[in-house]
């Protein structure tokens, strides 16, 4: 049994220029942090007990007789990327849903890999994790997603992301006083809005206008240098930060159309209303998680004026994905996996019945106490 635990992270600047379409030819930067809301990835080989080959476990349940067959995307571009076609059960369980902004599917995809590369007694460091999960993500499923959520997952930490036009990636880890990162802390509020979205669908029509939008990146990318400044300088009043969180969320806004609604606006307004000095929605927008910078003595006052939302109470958190639990399986020999073959009838066509040999479904085992 492999376990592994990834965290789930929060942007704050620089989002949109770690598309390739983007840093490929600029460059491009993010601020960001993890927080200690984390996603468990739990992984072992299946024994040739049950009916279906491999078991896969989310917010739906897979039994598969065939690795290729598996639907969840990322499972199967892992497992394709990994070279693993024995069976195999994998159980996936978070602290936060998925589709709110917070680099959930992403954190999945390093944690997953992370699990099978221990499965594989193979070890893995976070630049190659997080370069591993971006070929996945990008190259194997294609899927319209930027650079920034796979590095924060593999690192950890409240860091500084470069991406150069080389697709090098530089991790910076911003260096200031613990005190200063905790007013920081003190001062930020997350509040799930109640929608969720694919992100990759809305980071699609934001990917076809980028060409259309340099100035806007332009200005998100330089954002970045100057809120690392802020963090970085005790003397500067921590409430810059969240007037430069406004700032970057109208230009944000401004990129698609699909970024933001009515219902999204009028949060946000209500929020700066009773205190707030900005925010913004969280990830590729449509919906989700919203962070607003407010004063701690006017944090009561938004608490009762957005009454109807989820507060998230949330910390930073420097650790990236690790395994927690490791206690790999003994090593089949070739002789049994060929009668595993055979008990999954894919030896010649004979399968089970044929050969008399027993098969087991779920209740088989839910009628017994073993």
Known sequence: MIITRTPLRISFFGGGT?????YRQHGGAVLATTINKCCYISCRQ??????????????????VEDNAAIEHPSVRGCLQFMGIDEGIEIHHIADLPARTGLGTS?????????????????????????TDAIHVEQELLREAVGAQ????????????????SDDTIEVRRVLTAPTRLAELEQHLALYFTGFSRIASEIAKEQIRLTPHRAKELEMMHQMVNEAEAFITNPNCPIGEFGKMLHESWKLKRSLTRDITNSSINEIYDAGLSAGAVGGKLLGAGGGGFMLFFVPPERRRSLRQR??????????????????????????YDKSLA??????????????????????FSEATFAS???
């Open 368 to 370: 017994h106490k073993l």
């Open 149 to 164: 959520d796979q590095v924060s997952a593999a690192y950890g930490g409240f860091n500084r992301i470069n991406f150069q």
């Open 106 to 130: 992403s954190a999945f995809t390093v944690g997953l890999l992370l699990a099978l590369y221990a499965l594989k007694n193979e070890m893995r460091d976070k630049h190659a994790l997080a």
């Open 18 to 22: 770690d598309y390739p379409v983007w």
């Open 46 to 63: 299946l024994p040739p007990f049950f009916e279906y080959r491999s078991r896969i476990s989310y917010s739906r349940v897979e039994n």
């Open 338 to 359: 060929d009668e595993r073959g055979l008990v999954y009838g894919r030896a010649n066509g004979v399968g089970a019945q044929a050969l008399n040999l027993p098969r």
């Open 306 to 331: 957005l009454q109807k939302l989820l507060c998230i109470p949330f910390a930073f958190s420097n650790r990236g994905s690790h395994v927690v639990v490791y206690e790999p399986d003994e090593v």
